[in-house]
């Protein structure tokens, strides 16, 4: 099964930013309605942003809304999550997620989505 993989996690001060970046070697992730979701220890895996195929439809979980973006690379083929005026509870590990069927709209459900990445811890000191 195709894997995406994230990278850009790390440790950043509150009100800092940072920046996630997802890709997969065997995987178009242009065509597929990608996310991020992120879970902190002792929760429960949460949606943070999604964007769909084409990159014209983003969703944004209220919490990070006005701090996190959610795009597409240049290329298409790489997902982003610009995170800025990061919180204490930002930090967490953060799971890059493909669709499971190309062409498709973007939800908030972990169920519709069928390729996970290993995940990148983000910790936000105070």
């Known amino acids: 099964q195709v894997q995406p993989v994230e990278s850009g996690g790390g440790l950043v001060q509150n009100g800092g930013s940072l920046r996630l970046s997802c890709t997969a070697s065997e995987l178009t992730l242009s065509r597929y309605a990608m996310a991020w979701f992120r879970q902190a220890p002792g929760k429960e895996r949460e949606f943070v942003a999604g964007?769909?195929?084409?990159?014209?439809?983003?969703l944004i979980t209220d919490s990070v809304k006005g701090r996190f973006s959610i795009s597409r690379g240049e290329a298409k083929d790489a997902l982003i999550l610009q995170m800025n005026s990061v919180k204490p509870e930002d930090t967490a590990v953060y799971y890059c997620?493909?669709?499971?069927?190309?062409?498709?709209?973007?939800?908030?459900?972990?169920?519709?989505?069928?390729?996970w990445g290993q995940g990148t811890q983000v910790t936000v000191s105070s």
């Open positions: 964007i769909d195929w084409s990159g014209k439809r983003t």
């Open positions: 997620a493909a669709a499971r069927h190309p062409y498709g709209v973007v939800t908030r459900r972990g169920i519709d989505f069928g390729s």
